[in-house]
């Protein structure tokens, strides 16, 4: 394999979420709930809207530069603006076997952990946001953190898990192939078991059987979006920021134990997917705090690489870690494996300069070839940051690429 760049384009992608338009947030806000209080009903003029909207947003990409497209998670609810939720609470839409119940992740009681019973805490009892809670508690036009609101309220699982999405998956799939030209990839997005069971469990024996029952149901999704020859990104935040909800501190081979567990059931849903189709995406949460209690890449590597996926989307231009590059010119990296860094950032609304891009670009077209980088963005952009500062970071992605190439030759 050449540690060069190829002749090649440098191919680009998002981590999914684009910034949505005026008229569909209007539209989520507008629509009404069923009688469980979280499903969101919809409508045939709601739908047009949808599709419209996923043909815009695909154009717009390519616009940009962007070669492996994304629908913008159109289909799944974002109802404010600011929304940090939306790439999971789609879920709570597709899922039987759950219902809105006393407590959630940020009313539940707090939890403490004792070496080898690891145990995840409240959303508020996280550790940095103990180390700053006046951060989080200050309005946000005087520096404090945002969160946003969520389209829908938590439900907790209070019954057998099944997956109920058919139509909503397909109805994805429709729009996003529909707005892709002859030749063209595109990805969709789509919730880990890892992730998805972290809301509450009122029925499974074990957190071990809730998070199996979630891999169960969800890789029937998995399965309809490679079936259908777009790529799959399973997103999991878990992997990384599960280190900070869980109080103490715990050690780093007690977390790895911890974090195996996801990564089975993850490789469970996804057997027999073609491994090219699958992606993984990691990040450490994309709200816009401190992030100082964030674990290192290099001590959850070793056991997210034992995920059998093709393609490994990660932070890179997050200044909490962007200095990890390093890790990846000595890691064994597998063979098989693209990389998928971020190279812009959700967590900043400085536009990136094209030369950084380039530069953040080399450091891992220089450690593995160019044919196994995907240059993308951090995280999902839209919720985060303002749509134009959001564009404008997109179009910076494709320059660079486009100056990673010329650099090296």
């Not at 006393?102 to 080898?116: K, M, R």
């Not at 073609?274 to 992606?279: D, Q």
């Not at 952009?381 to 320059?399: F, I, N, P, Y």
Request: hydrophobic share 40%; proline share 5%; charged share 20%.
């Amino acid at each position: 394999m050449s540690n060069t760049t190829s002749d090649k384009a440098i191919r680009t992608t998002t981590s999914g979420s684009l910034p949505r338009t005026d008229a569909l947030i209007a539209a989520n806000a507008a629509r009404t709930l069923a009688d469980d209080g979280f499903t969101l009903q919809k409508t045939p003029e709601f739908d047009r809207l949808v599709a419209e909207a996923v043909a815009d947003v695909v154009a717009r990409q390519r616009e940009a530069g962007i070669t492996l497209l994304g629908d913008g998670e159109f289909g799944k609810a974002m109802s404010n603006a600011v929304d940090y939720g939306a790439w999971w609470s789609y879920s709570f839409q597709r899922v039987s076997g759950l219902e809105l119940a006393d407590g959630d992740l940020f009313t539940q009681p707090d939890a403490v952990s004792t070496p080898g019973n690891l145990r995840l805490t409240s959303f508020p009892n996280r550790r940095d946001r103990q180390l700053f809670p006046r951060v989080y508690s200050d309005p946000v036009d005087v520096g404090g953190v945002s969160t946003g609101s969520i389209a829908t309220a938590f439900p907790s699982t209070t019954g057998r898990l099944a997956y109920t999405g058919h139509d909503a998956v397909a109805t994805d799939i429709r729009n996003l192939k529909a707005a892709l030209r002859p030749g063209e990839q595109g990805f969709l997005t789509a919730i880990s078991p890892g992730s998805a069971a972290r809301v509450g469990n009122q029925y499974y024996a074990t957190d071990e059987e809730h998070i199996w029952a979630w891999a169960d149901a969800l890789r029937e999704e998995y399965r309809a979006i490679t079936d259908a020859g777009l790529v799959v990104q399973i997103d999991d935040p878990s992997l990384a920021e599960n280190w900070d909800q869980i109080t103490p501190e715990p050690s780093v081979a007690d977390y790895q134990q911890f974090t195996q567990l996801r990564i089975d059931a993850l490789n469970h849903a996804i057997e027999g997917l073609p491994t090219e189709l699958v992606r993984l995406h990691l990040c450490w949460g994309s709200w816009h705090g401190p992030h100082t209690t964030d674990i290192g890449i290099a001590d959850i590597l070793p056991v997210v690489l034992n995920a059998r996926v093709g393609s490994l989307s990660f932070e890179a231009g997050n200044v909490r870690h962007e200095h990890e590059w390093v890790v990846w010119r000595d890691v064994a990296v597998p063979d098989d494996l693209v990389l998928v860094p971020g190279v812009v950032s959700h967590a900043t609304n400085v536009v990136e300069h094209p030369d950084l891009v380039a530069q953040r670009i080399r450091r891992f077209t220089d450690a593995v070839g160019a044919d196994r980088v995907i240059a993308s963005t951090d995280c999902g952009l839209g919720g985060r940051v303002h749509a134009d500062v959001a564009w404008a970071k997109l179009g910076t992605l494709g320059e660079g690429a486009r100056r990673a190439i010329a650099s090296a030759s």
